[in-house]
């Protein structure tokens, strides 16, 4: 079964669409199997991470900001790639460090996620994208 979960954007920021995934595992009666998640965009990430403290998506940004700062940045003054901004090759570089793809096993129809975890699309650029996460489960 296939799906793809359309996510809207609005700068740097870690979007929760754990509930979404449950629910269409539900709609499905999913039972058990393997869920895969490909980000189908080149400067966003997938991520499982805390769900309880939102100071953790808070300082998973601020980390990514310390490793790949806007190319105005003076450290960065020698990336190339600047033809959508200032903050493009810099999300491509975020991109390269965490997972564009996630696969998650799951047993009678729920995701088989820790207590405080949840699935995040992080978004690495400013302005407001449209994401789309490809999903496919395959029953065991």
Known sequence: ???????????PACHDFTRDVAAWLSV??????????MVRHTSCSLLIQENADPDVQTDLLGWLDCIAPPADH??????R???EG?????????????????????AGGRMMLGTWQGLYLVEH?????RREVAAVFQAG
Request: no cysteine; proline share 11%.
């Open 125 to 129: 650029r400013r302005a407001p994208h």
């Open 86 to 106: 200032p903050d493009d090759m810099p999300a491509h570089l975020k991109a390269a460090v965490l997972p564009v793809s996630l696969q998650i096993p799951v």
């Open 28 to 37: 499905l009666q999913a039972g058990d199997g393997l869920l895969t998640l």
């Open 74 to 79: 003076p450290s960065m003054s020698w990336l």
């Open 81 to 83: 790639h600047r033809d």
């Open 1 to 11: 079964m296939n799906r793809v979960f359309a996510i809207q954007t609005r700068g």
